[in-house]
């Protein structure tokens, strides 16, 4: 639930930054077709439900991914916001009070995500519940309404008119209207019905239950409400004269007078009405050249905004680090593929300065040692994903523990360490005889298959069964040569059979 509850909340960052810009287009095409917002902000909902999307050099968009699914498990949880001053002021904050402490047993993140995803879903559904109270009081309470034409109801308990209903919608009027100002009530809430507009609104509403915390939404939600009523007055008036829209306005200003009628989100009542009077009232009919900039202007906020930005290609300088970083006077090189956690006895030594990064771009990053073997130390960095034993996929980018190799350890034999152990015991039963083909080993034994992989003087790894297939019958991390004591590395804890054995050490 908290990786959906992150999704969401990613969704709706990004989707913060398309709500700016239409707010800011609203303020400078105020004189624009008034169909140009409902448009715009129904490109805004798309960039709220749409989880994925396509990658492009025209994105405006700082960051698709702001919190990245696995900071509830990192040793320093960090934001990618897209933009560095942003991340430079919130980073040590976040850091200083929710990095975990190596003692304890949950990761503070772990809490905070999972309490803010229970939250999220209280408040969703507490959204769901006022909406469906409301829609049914409302209900109840039109009940006894009379039909006057097709789908027009009139009512003594309506004080102003509404629409009501998503599959068949209905038109409530009050008692006492009649005239003029029926007829121009009536033209309204048909248009309304005409622009699908009692579909839109209640989208509208689900989208802020889902990202009711997002306070860009609740602006979204309200402006969008008022340019449905705007788009709507437009298209009523377009072909009315100037006394015809004068009338239109009082019919407008009558219906605002006394309108306490009980808020629900999935009905129509008349709001905004001041803005939509100075509106109706100041109408000239666009120009050709304001309709082209606005149909111009949906298109490119389109593109920028429903895009993400492009992440490096899998060729990108960036993918291809330089080889060394030197900490305590000792240079390290050649990382391997990274681990989702630390091997047994790492433990954090700092975090690497300029002068040890030494332009890897790991600057920042928190490395960590072991004392029981000084010839690889770990970072904390950003790496592609592991999709077998030798593969990464450099598209995926992640934060995991990366090893680093001393540089000159093994005298250019590559042998296998503990630190492969663990790494490789995580593929589980994917594990083959290619797999371990990279280190130097001992034939030994009779009749099965039986290759020795000497790792120190106390450990030892035993493989053994018919060469011929690709699953060994068995991968057993000894303790010393004599494989007496051994945990098989595909199935069991191995952290927990190197805590007993090198602590009894």
Same mark, same amino acid.
């Given at each position: 639930m908290t990786g959906i509850f992150l999704k969401v909340v990613n969704m709706g960052i990004a989707a913060g930054w398309l709500v700016l810009a239409v707010i800011t287009l609203r303020l400078v095409f105020r004189r624009a077709p008034k169909w140009m917002m409902p448009v715009l902000w129904g490109i805004a909902a798309l960039r709220m439900v749409l989880p994925v999307s396509i990658q492009s050099v025209f994105s405006l968009i700082p960051s698709a991914e702001t919190i990245n699914p696995q900071i509830v498990y990192m040793q320093e949880p960090l934001i990618h916001s897209g933009i560095d001053s942003l991340n430079a002021a919130v980073n040590p904050v976040i850091v200083e009070a929710f990095a975990p402490d190596p003692a304890a047993s949950v990761n503070p993140m772990q809490i905070v995500v999972a309490v803010a995803a229970a939250c999220w879903i209280v408040g969703a559904v507490l959204m769901l519940g006022y909406m469906t109270v409301s829609y049914l009081r409302l209900k109840s309470r039109v009940r006894t309404a009379v039909r006057c034409a097709d789908n027009i109801f009139q009512s003594e308990y309506v004080p102003s008119p509404f629409v009501l209903g998503i599959v068949h919608p209905r038109i409530y009027l009050p008692f006492g209207m009649e005239g003029a100002e029926r007829a121009y009530v009536i033209a309204h809430e048909q248009a309304h019905l005409k622009r699908r507009d009692h579909w839109w609104k209640p989208i509208?509403?689900?989208?802020?239950?889902?990202?009711?915390?997002?306070?860009?939404?609740? @602006?979204?939600? @309200?402006?969008?409400?008022?340019?449905l009523e705007l788009a709507c007055d437009e298209r009523v008036v377009r072909d009315l004269s100037a006394g015809q829209r004068a009338d239109y306005s009082q019919a407008l200003l009558a219906c605002s007078v006394c309108r306490r009628l009980p808020a629900c989100p999935l009905a129509f009542g008349e709001t905004g009405v001041a803005e939509r009077v100075r509106n109706v009232l100041q109408y000239k009919k666009p120009a050709l050249w304001l309709i082209a900039a606005a149909v111009v202007s949906c298109a490119?906020? !389109?593109?920028?905004?429903?895009?993400?930005?492009?992440?490096? !290609?899998?060729?990108?300088?960036?993918?291809?680090?330089?080889p060394m970083l030197t900490v305590n006077e000792v240079r390290y090189a050649a990382p391997n593929m990274p681990a989702a956690q630390l091997p047994y006895g790492y433990t954090c030594a700092g975090t690497l300065d300029? @002068?040890?990064?030494?332009? %890897? +771009?790991?600057?920042?990053?928190?490395?960590?040692?072991?004392?029981?073997?000084?010839?690889?130390?770990?970072?904390?960095?950003?790496?592609?994903?592991?999709?077998?034993?030798? %593969?990464?996929? &450099?598209?995926? #980018?992640?934060?995991?523990?990366?090893?680093?190799?001393?540089?000159?350890?093994?005298?250019?034999?590559?042998?296998?360490?503990?630190?492969?152990?663990?790494?490789? !015991?995580?593929?589980?039963?994917?594990?083959?005889?290619? $797999?371990?083909?990279?280190?130097?080993?001992?034939? %030994? +034994?009779? +009749?099965?298959?039986?290759?020795?992989?000497?790792? $120190?003087?106390?450990?030892?790894?035993?493989?053994?069964?018919? #060469?011929? &297939? $690709?699953?060994?019958?068995?991968?057993?991390?000894?303790?010393?040569?004599?494989?007496?004591?051994?945990?098989?590395?595909?199935?069991? $804890?191995?952290?927990?059979f190197l805590d007993a054995h090198l602590r009894a050490g």
């Open positions: 509208g509403y689900l989208l802020l239950s889902l990202h009711w915390y997002n306070p860009a939404v609740w @602006a979204a939600y @309200a402006l969008f409400c008022r340019d490119v906020v !389109a593109v920028c905004f429903l895009t993400n930005p492009k992440e490096p !290609a899998a060729d990108d300088s960036r993918q291809h680090l330089p300029s @002068a040890q990064a030494a332009d %890897t +771009g790991t600057e920042g990053c928190a490395y960590y040692t072991s004392p029981y073997n000084p010839d690889c130390i770990y970072v904390y960095q950003e790496s592609g994903t592991p999709i077998d034993p030798h %593969t990464l996929d &450099t598209t995926r #980018r992640q934060w995991a523990y990366q090893q680093w190799i001393r540089e000159g350890s093994g005298d250019g034999e590559n042998r296998l360490t503990l630190e492969e152990v663990q790494r490789l !015991a995580a593929f589980g039963e994917a594990l083959t005889w290619e $797999d371990f083909e990279r280190y130097p080993y001992v034939e %030994t +034994g009779s +009749g099965l298959y039986i290759q020795v992989y000497e790792i $120190d003087e106390l450990f030892s790894v035993w493989i053994g069964g018919v #060469r011929l &297939t $690709d699953t060994p019958l068995y991968i057993y991390l000894c303790a010393g040569r004599d494989p007496q004591e051994q945990v098989e590395i595909r199935t069991q $804890d191995v952290s927990a």
